[in-house]
C-alpha cells in the first residue's frame, strides 16, 4: 500500500514538473527590439526622404528599419543626371533650379494613408545648405496638423542651419524638430545613435 501511495506521488510531481517546463517555453514574452519600443513610443511613423547620389537614401532606410517605419522615396518626374547635379556648371540644372527658388518640381506618386502617421522623418541632401526645391513641393503639398516631424540631411561639409526651420515655415503646420545633419559617409551606428537618443 505504502509502495503505491509513494508511486503516484512521485507520478504526480514528475507530471507538474513536466508540464511547468513545458509551458515555461511556450508562453514566454520576449523582450521588444529597440525599433519596437521607439515606434510604439511615436505611433505610426514614416519616412519620406529625396535622395540624388544615394547617401539620404542610405540614411533614410537605417532609420525606416529602426523605427519599423513606412519609407517614401520622392522621385522626381524628371530624374537628375550626374550633369545636372554638377553644381560647378553655371548652366546646369541644379544651379538653374537654384537660381528660381519658387520652382517646385514635381515627383511621383504621394504616400498612402498619409493622415495615419503620428511621426514624419524627412530627409534630404543640402544643397546651397537648404533643401532641394523638390522636397519643399512635398512639404507644401500636406498637412502636418498633430504630427511630429524630424528633418534629417546630408552633407559632406554644410550644417543643418537653418533647412529644417525653412521647411517648417513652407508647411505651416506640425511638431518640428531640431533634426539632424549627417556625413555623406555616416555610418548606421551614427544614426543609431542619434536615434537613441530621440
Avoid at 503646420?173 to 555610418?187: L, M
Wanted: glycine share 8%.
Amino acid at each position: 500500500m505504502w509502495k503505491k501511495i509513494m508511486s503516484g506521488l512521485l507520478m504526480a510531481v514528475a507530471l507538474v514538473t513536466l508540464t511547468a517546463c513545458g509551458s515555461t517555453g511556450s508562453t514566454a514574452s520576449q523582450p521588444a527590439s529597440d525599433g519596437a519600443k521607439a515606434a510604439a513610443s511615436q505611433g505610426k511613423v514614416l519616412v519620406v526622404y529625396f535622395s540624388a547620389t544615394g547617401n539620404t537614401k542610405r540614411v533614410a532606410e537605417t532609420i525606416a528599419n529602426h523605427e519599423n517605419a513606412t519609407i517614401f522615396e520622392i522621385k522626381p518626374t524628371e530624374p537628375y543626371s550626374d550633369s545636372d547635379l554638377n553644381y560647378r556648371d553655371d548652366n546646369s540644372r541644379v544651379v538653374r533650379e537654384h537660381a528660381q527658388p519658387q520652382l517646385r518640381p514635381t515627383y511621383e506618386g504621394d504616400v498612402a494613408d498619409w493622415d495615419s502617421y503620428d511621426t514624419v522623418y524627412i530627409g534630404y541632401p543640402l544643397w546651397w545648405q537648404q533643401a532641394p526645391h523638390v522636397v519643399y513641393t512635398f512639404v507644401e503639398g500636406h498637412n502636418f496638423s498633430g504630427k511630429k516631424v524630424i528633418p534629417f540631411c546630408t552633407s559632406a561639409a554644410s550644417s543643418l542651419g537653418d533647412s529644417g526651420q525653412n521647411l517648417a515655415k513652407a508647411a505651416g503646420t506640425g511638431d518640428w524638430q531640431t533634426g539632424v545633419r549627417f556625413n555623406g559617409g555616416a555610418s548606421d551606428n551614427d544614426v543609431l545613435n542619434w536615434l537613441q537618443q530621440q
